[in-house]
């Protein structure tokens, strides 16, 4: 069983920074990999970032150049950096987690893990 756990967010006016944590019950690398979702109100959830086997991340194209993911393997604790904040990346973000060969799906099934999420509002 994986726990995650999310903090982090908050309420920024635009132009603004925050960064999120999950810290994960998971203590060997390699074992999952983990991204975040976020889902903004009356909209589904998507993807947003993840780190592969290799800890090589991949955006989605609305927050490449802006959010950079990284990774504290002693505090088995993933971050996420937001910078230059829209009001359009206000939503609820969710870690998760699941099996390194499925860490490219975007289809939501295919995580096996989730945490309860933090919600983060940008104002303009």
């Known amino acids: 069983q994986v726990q995650l756990e999310e903090s982090g967010g908050g309420s920024v006016q635009a132009g603004g920074s925050l960064r999120l944590s999950c810290a994960t019950s998971?203590?060997?690398?390699?074992?999952?990999?983990m991204g975040w979702f976020r889902q903004a109100p009356g909209q589904e959830r998507v993807w947003v970032a993840r780190l592969d086997s290799a800890r090589t991340p991949t955006y989605a194209d609305s927050v490449k150049g802006r959010f950079t993911l990284s990774k504290d393997i002693a505090q088995n604790t993933l971050y996420l950096q937001m910078n230059s904040l829209k009001p359009e990346d206000t939503g609820m973000y969710y870690c998760?987690?699941?099996?390194?060969?499925?860490?490219?799906?975007?289809?939501?099934?295919?995580?096996?893990?989730w945490g309860q999420g933090t919600q983060v509002t940008v104002s303009s």
């Open positions: 998971v203590n060997r690398p390699g074992t999952f990999c």
């Open positions: 998760a987690a699941t099996s390194c060969a499925l860490v490219g799906s975007e289809d939501l099934t295919d995580w096996s893990y």
